[in-house]
């Protein structure tokens, strides 16, 4: 299995594939995150900041943002160990979201609020991989989006 992390999607592929309409109900997006030494921005500022704290930044804002596009931030972790499978080296952080529809993510990311704050992802990531999951009829993550949905209802 070969594994490329990306910044954003490079394959004409994913993003036909981003646009459709996906499945049924929430998707989880898993999010293995890798960052940069040091911060790089696109405009070439002068920071001292890592890639962590840049993109700590930005974590912290779109997690203001999801709810309006009716996603919710559920979990986000460092990596410490690899205790099965091999790979030549560790992603530094994995953060799950959910979102009622793909759709709904693909809107996110293509508004004028996520483009202002990923100045700092992009700052920040060396790569990632995001992996769209659906939960399975009656499992946890199922019970888990409608626990959220019934929260965010109710406000």
Known sequence: MQVVNEVFPSQPAQMQGLMQP????????????????KAEYEDGRATDLSGRDAYMIYGREVTK?????GGVAIFAADV???SLGQVEELWDEVAIAMYPKRGDMVRMSMSEEWRAI????????????????VAMDGGA???????IAAATKAG
């Open 141 to 147: 993550g199922t019970m888990l989006a409608q626990l």
């Open 118 to 133: 990923a100045v700092h992802r992009s700052a920040g990531l060396k790569g990632q991989l995001n992996i769209e999951t």
């Open 80 to 82: 410490t160990y690899l």
């Open 65 to 69: 943002l999801l709810p309006k596009f």
């Open 22 to 37: 996906g499945p049924d109900g929430p998707i989880f997006m898993v999010n293995l995150l890798k960052f940069k030494e």
